[in-house]
């Protein structure tokens, strides 16, 4: 079992900046691709960001390039997600995601979830 707990959320003012911290257990953590999803009231659980196990290869939503920026130190267990330049449409619970597959962008293929961490950006 991979135990997965985010932390950083809070609430920021539009065009400030977050970062999310998801600290995982296990010896094989590297072997994860990790992901961030995101969930506002009323909606499906949307594809934020990922990253393969190497930390070569990174994925992101359109509505998030270039302002967010996923990473992951394997030595901590940890992956982050930067969040600059955040808007009011923002505003979610974050999920962080484990998974072995080569997909990383559904979430139907995600093995394991943290807990959210909410996020709320004011106009």
């Known amino acids: 079992q991979v135990q997965l707990v985010e932390s950083g959320g809070g609430l920021v003012q539009a065009g400030g900046s977050l970062r999310l911290s998801c600290a995982a257990s296990?010896?094989?953590?590297?072997?994860?691709?990790m992901g961030w999803f995101r969930q506002a009231p009323g909606k499906e659980r949307e594809f934020v960001a990922a990253?393969?196990?190497?930390?070569?290869?990174?994925y992101y939503a359109d509505s998030v390039k270039g302002r967010f920026t996923i990473s992951r130190d394997n030595a901590k267990n940890t992956v982050f997600l930067q969040m600059n330049s955040l808007k009011p449409e923002d505003t979610a619970v974050y999920y962080c995601?484990?998974?072995?597959?080569?997909?990383?962008?559904?979430?139907?293929?995600?093995?394991?979830w943290g807990q959210g961490t909410q996020v709320t950006v004011s106009s």
């Open positions: 296990g010896r094989t953590f590297s072997s994860y691709t």
């Open positions: 990253i393969s196990w190497s930390g070569v290869i990174t």
């Open positions: 995601g484990a998974t072995l597959q080569i997909s990383a962008v559904s979430s139907r293929v995600y093995d394991y």
